[in-house]
């Protein structure tokens, strides 16, 4: 069964960091490339970024670039977001995904909260 | 950045009725369009891939359809579950764009 765990969330204060993993199980994780999406509060989604599956390749949405670094660890099948210089504007649950390209967004981890207050 | 226009924003409908949603985007993305669901507290759920592209598991009465710049999302009768926030998305370019929902709710 495939498996995406998102952890790391939590309370954090304005211009603080906070790194986000997902553990992934019940697939061949280093095939595909991964993607982090949020949702703010009663709001829409939001793509973040993106790593394909060696982790050679990244982008970023321009709200976060510069701010959020992806990376992931093919032996551990864990993908990562480090967030920095953070603001009220992150709050949201971030969720995790994987893409395979022929069939993008498959599946979706149960999604983390961030909340950003002091 | 491509920008998406998803109409309506919400829809109130019946229980066997036929529904249609459209997503619009900024520039032609040829079949690189997918379609979610989201019900409250839950992750999306990939309904549609490659613009009509059904994914396995998912009842035969969600369809979708378009290329290029138009899309529509279609139920063919209503189901109870099938009252949730549904999302278009773009897979062509960087940043994966996606619609601002259109929120189904029961008449």
Known sequence: ????????????????????????SGFS????????????????????SHINSD???TNYAGAVKGRFTISRDN????????????GADDTAVYYCSRDLGAIPFD???QGTLVTVSS | D???TQSPSSLSASVGDRVTITCRTS??????LNWFQQKPGKAPKLLIYAAS????????RFSGSGSGTDFTLTISSLQPEDFATYYCQQSYGVPRTFGQGTKLDIK
Do not use: D
């Open chain 1, 29 to 48: 994780f280093s095939s595909y490339w991964m993607h982090w999406v949020r949702q703010a509060p009663g709001k829409g989604l939001m793509w973040v």
């Open chain 1, 55 to 57: 982790g050679s390749n």
């Open chain 2, 27 to 32: 520039q032609s993305i040829s079949l690189y």
């Open chain 2, 53 to 60: 592209a059904l994914r396995s598991g998912v009842p035969s």
């Open chain 1, 1 to 24: 069964e495939v498996q995406l765990v998102e952890s790391g969330g939590g309370l954090v204060q304005p211009g603080g960091s906070l790194r986000l993993s997902c553990a992934a």
């Open chain 2, 2 to 4: 491509i920008q998406m």
């Open chain 1, 107 to 109: 599946n979706w981890g």
């Open chain 1, 75 to 86: 032996v551990k099948n864990t993908l990562y977001l480090q967030m920095s210089s953070l």
